[in-house]
């Protein structure tokens, strides 16, 4: 296990350096000057000169990203070039309102895909199955956007018990509002990312039904679903924990196109509006932070696996 | 090789789900066709004085906040969707099969590190790669194409090469290099005819993403211009009036989400079609592969 951990580790810091040498290059390979840019056509070249001092553009590249490697490596992500608001401080005061979002949104995917996918697994043969397959083939290839209008239109034009739009003002100081505009959102993603999810537990659910032990349990007098239950469900259970990472992965960008919807200020609008205005560090300081959360689930996740599936620890022993 | 492919036509078509694919996907081509040379009205063309038609026998569909055509805007929009899918298709092939080739056909410590970059690689969700190019270029189709080809294209990388690796020490390819066949004969004879199921299920799904991704990204701004016809612009354009004119918006969702749909049952179909492995066990072990496609949009 230790042995696994540090060649885990080792991959999660190499997928890091990866991430970060793209982000940084991709975002300082511009047609023409990085500053002409950023300072629009307008700008004199005074205000030009000012971003390059600020970029610090005459460097050499490696040495730039040094730079910003060895900043990231102490807290410091950079700061906006339009507001001059330290990119970490931001980002952590619009994670108040992505990560609930996003942990709300995973829960409502596996309370929504978890028993409907067995469900429809043990029922496939049926009426029942079929239409909860069959409507979450469909689900999985509604765009997010446009199930979020939908459910606007229902709970909060129709029926109005919802907002539609927007999050208080003074955030969490009142929790139950805050609570009650977090709800349409996260539906929103939870619906989309859980029908995914549901489609993969349906097959889980499918293969552990055809396996020997399943049907062995049911030969000595449990009913078949009863053995599926006792001996299926944890193998099922596996094999989710196994897709949580890209599940994560897909409510991430969920939240960034959900908040822009529903006039959320978190992680996702700030995004949008920074890569609207060019405001590169911000962009190359968030896509850092949103890419490293991805990576270090996958790590927890493949740790988590590992320590659960005892077949897996066997093997590494 | 003709036998069988006229054998997985027919299972791909006697298949609920293909069937259902192979028809969406006929009736876009149609659709965008049809639209490159007729729509019921000039998609572009404001009518202020018939603003917000309701659906009837003038306007199928309606009309929008500047008295334009719904099903217009929707059928020349099919034509950015044919193009954007079929550009990211391209792209994603280039990109797909060539970081195969790399991490299958090459040295040992080259393929093993192209390897681990693919698995790295496969993490970065297709919107942020679009949303780091957007801030560097700007938002166009154009970033949309190349960011759903090059995500994608690592997709396809990563199922891809494993299947070559497989092809490459299997007997009859050991056989043809003993006999004297060249490395590039071996690869266009007996390497990609045998990659090519694989890769086109890959394909069809990456269609599926290409064009949640236009939508997406058209509506958060960073897609095609406002003034173009697309599915996405015209989901943000209506989104303003969601509350007035609910149902609108219905429109272009059901066009994007049939698409969608479209590729991914086309996919699931040819998987099911070309999958040797499948053909003699029953459906629960059909059924019991899925894919999980990635959210986008």
């Known amino acids: 296990m230790i042995r696994y951990t540090l060649m885990r580790l080792a991959l999660l810091a190499a997928g890091l350096v990866v991430a970060s040498v793209i982000i940084f290059f991709t975002l300082r390979v511009l047609p023409g000057d990085v500053a002409q840019l950023i300072g629009g056509t307008n700008s004199t070249p005074e205000q030009i000169a000012a971003i390059r001092e600020r970029l610090d553009l005459d460097a050499p590249l490696a040495a730039q990203y040094l730079d910003w490697v060895g900043g990231v490596l102490r807290g410091d992500l950079g700061a906006s070039l339009l507001t001059g608001t330290p990119v970490a401080a931001e980002l952590a005061q619009k994670a108040q309102i992505t990560l609930p979002l996003g942990a709300l949104s995973l829960t409502i995917a596996l309370l929504f895909a978890g028993p409907l996918g067995v469900i429809s697994a043990l029922r496939r043969a049926r009426l029942g199955g079929t239409v909860i ?24 034009v129709w029926w109005g018990v919802l907002p539609a739009q927007g999050f208080p003002r003074d955030g969490w100081s009142d929790p139950g509002a805050a609570l009650r505009s977090l709800v349409l959102p996260a539906l929103t993603i939870g619906i989309v990312e859980g029908a995914m999810l549901l489609r993969f537990v349906r097959s889980a659910t499918l293969q552990a039904m055809g396996q020997d032990y399943v049907r062995t349990a049911a030969s000595q007098g449990l009913t078949r679903t009863r053995a599926l239950i006792r001996h299926g469900l944890p193998n099922v259970g596996l094999s989710v924990v196994t897709v949580l990472g890209l599940q994560v992965a897909g409510i991430i960008v969920g939240a960034v196109v959900i908040e822009q919807l529903f006039s959320l200020p978190g ?9 609207s205005a060019r405001d590169l560090p911000m962009v190359q300081g968030e896509l850092l932070a949103l890419t490293a959360f991805v990576l270090l689930v996958g790590f927890v996740v493949d740790l988590v696996h590992r320590l659960i599936d005892p077949r897996q620890r066997e093997s590494a022993a | 090789m003709s036998g069988s492919r006229a054998a997985w036509w027919r299972r791909l078509l006697s298949d609920p789900a293909g069937v259902t694919g192979v028809v969406i996907v006929l009736a876009l081509l149609a659709v965008a066709a049809l639209a490159t040379f007729w729509t019921p009205y000039d998609p572009q063309t404001a009518d202020v004085a018939g603003r917000w038609a309701g659906p009837g026998a003038a306007h199928l569909l309606g009309t929008d906040a500047t008295g334009r055509d719904i099903l217009s805007i ?62 560097v270029w700007g938002g166009s189709l154009a970033v949309v194409v190349w960011s759903v080809g090059i995500g994608f294209g690592v997709n396809i990388a990563r199922v891809s090469r494993p299947e070559l690796r497989r092809v490459l020490h299997s007997d009859f390819v050991v056989a043809a290099r003993a006999s004297g066949l060249s490395g590039w004969q071996n690869l266009t004879r007996h390497l990609l005819p045998n990659v090519a199921p ?30 173009d016809p697309s599915w996405g612009v015209l989901l943000s354009q209506l989104q303003q009036y969601l509350t007035v004119y609910p149902l609108s918006v219905l429109w272009p969702g059901l066009a994007i989400t049939a698409t969608v749909l479209g590729f991914n049952l086309l996919g699931d179909g040819l998987r ?15 059924r019991a592969r899925t894919h999980l496609p990635e959210v986008v949009a």
């Open chain 1, 267 to 275: 992680i996702g609008r700030m995004l949008v509006r920074d890569v």
């Open chain 1, 133 to 156: 397959g069959v409507g979450a083939q469909t689900l999985a290839a509604v765009p997010v956007v446009w199930a979020g209008m939908m459910l606007v239109v229902v709970f909060a």
């Open chain 2, 198 to 227: 694989v890769f086109i299920v890959q394909l069809s799904w990456s269609m599926a993403v290409a064009v949640l991704a236009e939508a997406g990204l058209s509506y958060l701004g960073f897609g095609a211009p406002v003034t």
């Open chain 2, 74 to 135: 929707l059928m020349a929009g099919s034509r950015t969707t044919v193009a954007v899918a079929i550009g990211a298709g391209v792209i994603a092939t280039t990109v797909g099969l060539s970081l195969a080739a790399l991490g299958a056909l090459t040295h040992r410590w080259v393929r093993e590190s192209v390897a681990v970059l693919i698995d790295m690689l496969v993490a970065f969700p297709v919107l942020l790669i679009a949303m780091m190019i957007s801030a």
């Open chain 2, 272 to 286: 099911d079609a070309t999958d040797p492995t499948l053909r003699t066990r029953g459906g629960s072990a059909r």
